[in-house]
């Protein structure tokens, strides 16, 4: 079986350990840069340089397609890259992870001005649509998000395909030098649905002056969270840092780990963390609770609930003895249940179910 992916610049760190997962149990795969293969309007900006590359069509595709000659293709996104393979009739299989509709809306109310970035978004919107229609399946990243795709498509396929992780990658190291008792959040600023949630985090830092708050994050919401949080004396922004290296570090020396989102599908730094032993305090939205054990590897906390943020924190702050047995239980919770091997066969399955109904259909139609 070949399988050729194409993916955001941002994951295909990730989507490689996929493949090399994949590689494992006999599939070939071949891993591009959607956006360097084929692209449209609003998808790598609109500077002078990049404009003619709207207009060079499927030609990389289709030199790609001949080469490798893949029986499926997998995209993380619903761009060009996938319209392609929809013309070119290869199953296509889109992995999705966020609520993209609602990503949507937020993006055109808090961020997307300008005439000409309006124009870029309903474009995008309008292949997006068309790939989410022609695509074989839609693959989402967990449970909760499968609900919300029968909302907008009740009779296309899906299957749950949780994200996977390198449980070798995450061991404790030299850690960085920050102050004690703290909390470590680990999370972008990208989406204000997720981003706002943090603001709960006022009243939480009055009432716990003794614990020290790091943010280790980026994005374009950034400003709006630290015009309230750095008034603060005890939180403390440290930017984007680099990954894993950095992240490893940064996980090794945080006492407790803390998801404050709005939504959340299914966030590769809550498996990171608990595989790093750390105890986790999560918001109880969207397709979190599916990657932790409410009061085994770690409390989950209602959204907007600053009361039960500050009650939950204390416990782990103040119980070494339970943050240990927590953080432990996390490691195993995730190794159990997201390790690669898993996720990969279960991915594998998918496909050759697709793949034997194919091979029905056209038996079905030499025997009339």
């Known amino acids: 079986m070949r399988l050729l992916i194409g993916g955001a610049s941002s994951k295909l760190f990730h989507l490689k350990e996929f493949g090399e997962a994949l590689t494992k149990l006999g599939v070939e795969y071949k891993l591009v840069q959607d956006t360097d ?53 290869i199953p296509l299989f889109i992995l999705l992870r966020g609520d993209y509709w609602s990503e949507m809306k937020w993006v055109n109310e808090t ?16 292949i997006a649509k068309k790939c989410f229609s022609g695509a074989t399946a839609i693959i ?7 609900d919300v795709v029968k909302e907008h498509y009740p009779n296309k396929p899906t299957h749950v395909l949780h994200g996977g992780i390198d449980v070798s990658r995450w061991y404790r190291v030299n850690g960085m030098d920050l102050k004690h008792p703290c909390v470590g959040l680990l999370q972008g600023a ?4 997720k981003s706002k949630e ?48 950095r992240v490893r570090e940064y996980l090794t020396e945080i006492d407790v780990y803390a998801l404050v989102s709005g939504i959340d599908m299914s966030p590769l730094t809550l498996q990171e963390a608990q595989l790093m032993e750390k105890p986790v305090v999560a918001t109880n939205v969207g397709g979190i609770p599916e990657l932790m054990k409410n009061n085994e590897t770690g ?35 995730v190794k159990d ?16 179910s697709y793949n034997q ?12």
Request: aromatic content about 14%.
């Open 37 to 89: 293969v084929v692209v449209g309007l609003g998808e790598i900006g609109f500077r002078s340089r990049t404009i003619k590359r709207w207009f060079e069509g499927t030609k990389k595709f289709d030199k790609l397609v001949r080469e490798f000659r893949p029986d499926a293709v997998f995209v993380d996104s619903p761009t060009h890259f996938g319209l392609a393979a929809i013309k070119s009739r």
């Open 111 to 126: 961020l997307h001005k300008s005439p000409v970035q309006r124009i870029g978004l309903r474009w995008k919107d309008q």
């Open 140 to 146: 989402p990243i967990c449970e909760y998000l499968e």
């Open 190 to 193: 990208q989406i204000w649905g």
């Open 198 to 245: 943090m603001l709960t985090l006022t009243k939480v830092l009055e009432a716990m002056p003794s614990v020290t708050f790091y943010w280790a994050g980026d994005g374009p919401y950034k400003d709006k969270i630290l015009s309230t949080l750095n008034k603060y004396e005890n939180f403390k922004w440290l930017g984007a840092i680099q990954y894993p290296d």
């Open 299 to 333: 409390f989950l906390v209602e959204k907007g609930d600053h009361v039960g943020w500050i009650q939950k924190l204390s416990i782990l702050i103040n119980d070494d003895e339970k943050a240990k047995q927590m953080g432990a239980s996390g490691r195993d919770f």
């Open 337 to 352: 249940n997201f390790s690669w091997d898993k996720v990969t066969k279960k991915f594998i399955t998918i496909m050759e």
């Open 357 to 368: 109904n194919n091979e029905r259909r056209f038996k079905q139609g030499a025997e009339k």
